[in-house]
């Protein structure tokens, strides 16, 4: 059974430490790729929506090697505990990387 994605894109940044759209999306790929939602307008959506409720914070930004925005994010102890209060217990983590 899979996470609602938001849920997964949390989790998947509070595992692999700072990420940015692009790279979690490569992540995840092989789990949601064949979900119509798996755009990268949508992955964005959903990162902007995780930092605007205090789940995620943005660490840096740059722009790549074609001149596009590249932000880069990490959990905070609030998204964790977001994980650990709503996430099934399998999901569940000690602490922030």
Known sequence: MLLPIRSRVLHYIAVTGVSTVDSVMEGLKEEYGTERQFTQPNFVEHMLSLKENGLIDE??????????????????????NTINKYLPKKWHLEKAR
Do not use: A, R
Request: hydrophobic share 25%; proline share 0%; charged share 25%.
């Open 59 to 80: 660490i840096s930004y740059d722009l790549d090697e074609n001149n596009q925005l590249q932000i880069e994010y990490n959990i905070n102890e609030e998204g964790i």
